[in-house]
């Protein structure tokens, strides 16, 4: 495999007490709610499975697989659902779990498609968030990390689908860093 990241932009160690942080503020957050937390995969896979074991709650687990479809994605934020949930979540406590908010247009897309089924309520947690590159001013109530304006892999995410393995957060091309 060819070295196309440096060294780590959050390393594992950080990532483990982000992580067991937000667990304990969701938790607090979530008594006596009937919680369904929706992992948008692939990218979210590696951040759920940690952030699920965080929480100390009865919780119920759901995926929805998603694609984005760069041509019309520009103009309206359209994703593909691949993969939609199994569970009704009617009158339900949605937290929809991210990878990364880039643009916004994903969340916005999917808050949009997940209101129409009518939980009682709907919430965001992204593990990562780039704020220079937002489009559109959607409310996101937990974030792990705000990063700057570099593409990003490991720990879920991908480049070409590779790298998702990789146990830290790394930037794919070290040296356009530097170039900022
Ligand atoms: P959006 O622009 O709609 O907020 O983000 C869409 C998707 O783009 C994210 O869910 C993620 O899959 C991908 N994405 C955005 N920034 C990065 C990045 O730095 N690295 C990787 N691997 N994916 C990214």
């Given amino acids: 495999m060819t070295q196309l990241f440096g060294k780590p932009l959050v390393t594992q160690e950080a990532m483990r007490s982000r992580i067991k942080e937000l ?71 949605i937290l929809l779990v991210e990878d990364i908010v880039d643009s916004g247009l994903t969340v916005q897309y999917l808050t949009k498609l997940l209101s129409k089924r009518k939980p009682r309520s709907l919430r965001i947690c992204t593990l990562l968030s780039k704020p220079a590159r937002r489009q559109i001013d959607v409310n996101v109530e937990y974030i792990g990390f705000e990063i700057p304006n570099h593409y990003v892999v490991g720990y879920g995410l991908d480049y070409q689908q590779q790298y998702r393995n990789l146990p830290y957060l790394a930037v794919l091309d070290p040296k356009g860093m530097d170039a900022e």
């Fill in 23 to 93: 667990g304990k503020e969701i938790t607090h957050d979530y008594q006596s709610q009937d919680l369904v937390m929706v992992g948008v995969l692939k990218g979210a896979f590696a951040f759920y499975a940690d952030l699920v074991r965080a929480i100390r709650l009865p919780v119920t687990v759901d995926f929805m697989i998603v694609k984005s479809q760069p041509n019309q994605r520009k103009l309206s934020g359209k994703v593909k659902v691949v993969t939609d949930l199994t569970e009704e979540v009617k009158g339900r406590d």
